[in-house]
């Protein structure tokens, strides 16, 4: 029984940080690598970032490499991400999933948790 819980989500003025929380259970390592994705009204869900099991790695893709960081505490059983940097075009439902080597497509999935920036 996989279950991934997200948290921490909220409203952040531009220039702002924020630190989302991804609480999870039943994995193994079959599951994969945990990572976050998100999805702006009107657009296509794309991928955040990825704590890859396959090779040890961490993944970030262009918009938002060198503003977030997303670290995993095995012991509390929580993956984070921490976003500075906030800008508009970053407002989105962020979701945690498993196996996001694949993009997510074979994994779990939180339910999501809102991030709004705006002044």
């Known amino acids: 029984q996989v279950q991934l819980v997200e948290s921490g989500g909220g409203l952040v003025q531009p220039g702002g940080s924020l630190r989302l929380s991804c609480a999870f259970s039943?994995?193994?390592?079959?599951?994969?690598?945990i990572g976050w994705f998100r999805q702006a009204p009107g657009k296509e869900r794309e991928g955040v970032s990825c704590?890859?099991?396959?090779?040890?790695?961490?993944y970030y893709t262009a918009p938002v490499k060198g503003r977030f960081t997303t670290s995993k505490d095995s012991a509390k059983n929580m993956v984070y991400l921490q976003m500075s940097g906030l800008k508009p075009e970053d407002t989105a439902v962020y979701y945690c999933a498993t196996d996001c080597e694949r993009r997510g497509r074979f994994g779990s999935w939180g339910q999501g948790t809102q991030v709004t920036v705006s002044s």
């Open positions: 039943g994995l193994t390592l079959d599951d994969g690598g």
């Open positions: 704590i890859s099991t396959n090779d040890g790695n961490t």
